[in-house]
């Protein structure tokens, strides 16, 4: 069973920094690529950024400047550093890892801005 776990969530005023973290276990497949996603209450899922396993990102226009995402040294992990933080930033952030068509999501962890 594959498992994705979250870390990094928190509250933070606005213009400042968190970094969240992701870690992928219970799997011997090296992924095609991690991102992340994020829901605010009320709202659909929305997509914030991804990393293909040859290190190529991709970034939302709302997040784009101030968001990057990283992939750590050990095998499957993700970061997002995020900075320069806003009030509609705030939400519950979704690691997702993709393996061809499969795709797998964590149990999320809660950004909180405060203006």
């Known amino acids: 069973q594959v498992q994705l776990v979250e870390s990094g969530g928190g509250l933070v005023q606005a213009g400042g920094s968190l970094r969240l973290s992701c870690a992928a276990s219970?799997?011997?497949?090296?992924?095609?690529?991690m991102g992340w996603y994020r829901q605010a209450p009320g709202k659909q899922r929305e997509w914030v950024a991804r990393?293909?396993?040859?290190?190529?990102?991709d970034y939302a226009d709302s997040v784009k400047g101030r968001f990057t995402i990283s992939r750590g040294d050990a095998k499957n992990t993700v970061y997002l550093q995020m900075n320069s933080l806003k009030p509609e930033d705030a939400a519950v952030y979704y690691c997702?890892?993709?393996?061809?068509?499969?795709?797998?999501w964590g149990k999320g962890t809660l950004v909180t801005v405060s203006s």
């Open positions: 990393i293909t396993s040859a290190g190529n990102t």
């Open positions: 219970g799997s011997f497949f090296t992924f095609n690529a």
């Open positions: 997702n890892a993709q393996l061809y068509s499969i795709d797998y």
